[in-house]
């Protein structure tokens, strides 16, 4: 990472940033040409993987299916820092970007697990029922394992001089 000072170590706020974030963007590639999709995904704290949902056809899966390597990203935008002169305003954001390897799951089981890992962020007020397999045949559930990972943010922590304040 080139600005040290805007990294994130703390796995508790990476962790944080993936969880609340609602829209991820991810990076696929086939044939040197690159595609990005952005999805709901849900991060799972307990495995440390990504799981994501989508259509069983179309360009995302096509790359999937070529080439497994991926990169994703999320955001968290909190202000716009409005300064004069105007090219010195800037924005305050939290964001973590990730390159790990996604596979299509393919197991009943363990489609039907993530598929409400995923309800459970954008839906938790829906009583939790098993999918139907006719859902689960609908429906691509992909999991990306991360490999690497880096997380930073603007503006820059300030640093704490007092440690009795920590």
Same mark, same amino acid.
């Given at each position: 990472?080139?600005?040290?000072?805007?990294?994130?170590? +703390? !796995?508790?706020?990476?962790?944080?940033?993936?969880?609340?974030?609602?829209?991820?963007?991810?990076?696929?590639?086939?044939?040197?040409?690159?595609?990005?999709?952005?999805?709901? =995904?849900?991060?799972?704290?307990?495995?440390?993987?990504?799981?994501?949902?989508?259509?069983?056809?179309?360009?995302?899966?096509?790359?999937?299916?070529?080439?497994?390597?991926?990169? =994703?990203?999320?955001?968290?935008?909190?202000?716009?820092?409005?300064?004069? *002169?105007?090219?010195?305003?800037?924005?305050?954001?939290?964001?973590?970007?990730? =390159?790990?390897?996604?596979?299509?799951?393919?197991? *009943?089981? +363990?489609?039907?697990?993530?598929?409400?890992?995923?309800?459970?962020?954008? +839906?938790?007020?829906?009583?939790? +029922? *098993? =999918?139907?397999?006719?859902?689960?045949?609908?429906?691509?559930?992909?999991?990306?394992?991360?490999?690497?990972?880096?997380?930073?943010?603007?503006?820059?922590? *300030?640093?704490?001089?007092?440690?009795? !304040?920590?």
């Amino acid at each position: 990472m080139r600005r040290k000072d805007k990294e994130i170590t +703390a !796995k508790n706020e990476i962790e944080d940033i993936l969880s609340k974030t609602m829209v991820g963007r991810l990076g696929t590639c086939a044939n040197g040409i690159p595609y990005i999709t952005p999805m709901n =995904f849900t991060y799972d704290k307990e495995t440390s993987k990504i799981y994501l949902h989508c259509a069983n056809e179309g360009r995302k899966i096509e790359n999937i299916r070529a080439n497994q390597n991926v990169c =994703f990203e999320v955001e968290e935008v909190t202000n716009v820092l409005v300064k004069q *002169p105007t090219c010195a305003s800037s924005v305050a954001y939290r964001s973590v970007i990730l =390159f790990g390897s996604i596979k299509i799951l393919t197991d *009943p089981h +363990a489609k039907n697990e993530a598929l409400q890992k995923l309800a459970d962020k954008y +839906a938790p007020q829906n009583p939790k +029922a *098993p =999918f139907t397999d006719a859902m689960l045949n609908k429906t691509n559930v992909l999991e990306i394992e991360i490999k690497e990972m880096t997380a930073k943010r603007s503006p820059v922590k *300030p640093a704490i001089t007092d440690p009795a !304040k920590k």
